[in-house]
């Protein structure tokens, strides 16, 4: 499974004891009407119970240069409340509350659905009430380490090429599990 190619995001939520946030790098889109989106967090993990509670949460898909929140959301040690988001650039996010990464691929605004047990995961429906994109090249989670898209050919491969040259993903540093990514 760790040789899928998947985005890097921070979902996150806000609940009376403050904002919170995990990086995730299980985020589906599920449906297009009505505009649904699946996250997997394991079992355990403090990140699911505050979803759970809060029933609404933000996602701020990373760009390509955005490793170091990731980073940072990953780590399990990272302060709790809002001291996590002391080193992060953010704002509000108009329907929940719940903190937007600055400058990130795309901002979505969830609204929980229902929640499914899936082996030592559980799955989060969740439809989109709102959404934000911008260009830019994604942050990936593949093999474990953080990737990232350098270049891609716009234009159709040379007639003597069937597919086009895959060589251009560059890999990072691991990502560190953190207590609610689905590996």
Known sequence: MRRI????????????????????????????????????????????????????FAVSVLTASQAEPARRFADPQRPRGRAQFDLVDWEPDPYSGAPLIADALSWLSCRLVTTAAAGDHELLLAEVVEGVARDGHPLLNFGGAMAAVTTLEAAAPPAHRATPDLSTVAVDTPLTRCEGESG
């Not at 995001?9 to 449906?31: D, E, F, K, Y």
């Open 5 to 56: 190619a998947s985005a890097v995001a921070v979902l996150t939520t806000r609940t009376n004891r403050g904002p919170h946030g995990v990086t995730v790098s299980s985020l589906s889109a599920l449906s297009r009407e009505p505009l649904l989106v699946g996250i997997c967090l394991q079992r355990q993990s403090a990140s699911l119970a505050l979803l759970k509670e809060s029933r609404t």
